[in-house]
């Protein structure tokens, strides 16, 4: 079963001839969040979060209740991405000759063949690709509702950050992104499902130690969708230099979603 989890309005402000704000729709294997940027402003200035019950398979059921439940679908604006936010995705040299089958070989090595599967690569700079995998089925519902949407990855914006030394983990409901980065260079990416506090401990622990990254001089930043659901996030503070929990600018939206429901902070949906 479908439902609107939450959602919160503020003032929308494009027309068809001025169309400031730019929609993403964050999609995983049981969700669909709707954030709107405004960006000459630079502030957020809507979200709309739904979702289907864990018994639910495919996207037909969300698609359709969000079409008949949605606000924001009926709204207008510059530049809308499909954020694809699931664990099929990893990060590649960029091949001769521009080889682009070379790097969907890579992902169904890795992650095994999908008959159904549409694979996408972004740039990531001059030397690197991100590799990932859009169920054909999802994609051609969101085209039907969105036809000029454009599909990235999230962990394609997460990459986009300017520390240079940081160890970064986004958290969700069932799974974290980690992103290691140590001297300006990517050391690390991958999602990993959240178990444990323990066992999410040793994930990013070990990852650190895999890469030959000393937890003693980098920094620690989280974006946690949850704050109550990473509470492991206190047992790793004394590995790390030092630790910034991202937080949802004061700006646009953010008073509200902190007033109406201080225990969630949606921060990982505000990074871009």
Not at 51 to 58: A, H, K, N, V, Y
Not at 151 to 162: C, D, N, P, S, T
Not at 213 to 224: E, G, P, S
Not at 228 to 257: C, E, H, R, V, W
Request: hydrophobic share 40%.
């Amino acid at each position: 079963m479908a439902q609107k989890k939450f959602s919160v309005y503020g003032k929308l402000v494009s027309t068809a001839n001025s169309k400031v704000e730019n929609l993403y729709l964050v999609v995983d294997h049981r969700s669909i969040v709707f954030v709107v940027k405004n960006t000459k402003t630079n502030e957020f200035v809507a979200l709309e979060h739904f979702e289907i019950s864990p018994d639910q398979t495919g996207w037909n059921q969300l698609i359709g209740f969000l079409q008949n439940n949605s606000i924001l679908i009926h709204g207008i604006f510059d530049k809308i991405y499909f954020v694809m936010n699931g664990p099929r995705m990893l990060m590649t040299k960029v091949h001769e000759a521009a080889d682009t089958l070379q790097n969907a070989h890579e992902l169904q090595f890795i992650f095994g063949s999908k008959q159904d599967e549409e694979v996408y690569i972004s740039p990531i700079g001059a030397q690197h690709n991100l590799v990932y995998g859009v169920p054909d089925e999802l994609s051609s519902l969101l085209i039907r509702t969105f036809p000029t949407g454009k599909w990235e990855h999230y962990a394609h914006f997460l990459l986009q950050g300017k520390n240079s030394n940081k160890v970064q983990v986004a958290v969700f409901e069932t799974q974290m992104i980690l992103h290691i980065k140590e001297n300006g260079k990517t050391k690390l990416l991958n999602a990993y499902a959240l178990g444990g506090d323990d066992q999410n401990i040793f994930t990013i622990l070990n990852a650190c130690i895999q890469t030959g990254v000393d937890t003693n001089i980098v920094h620690l930043v989280v974006d946690a969708y949850q704050n109550n659901t990473a509470d492991f996030i206190n047992s790793l503070i004394p590995y790390f230099k030092s630790t910034a929990m991202n937080q949802i600018d004061k700006l646009g939206i953010a008073s509200t979603i902190h007033k109406e429901h201080a225990q969630l902070s949606y921060a990982p949906y505000f990074i871009f």
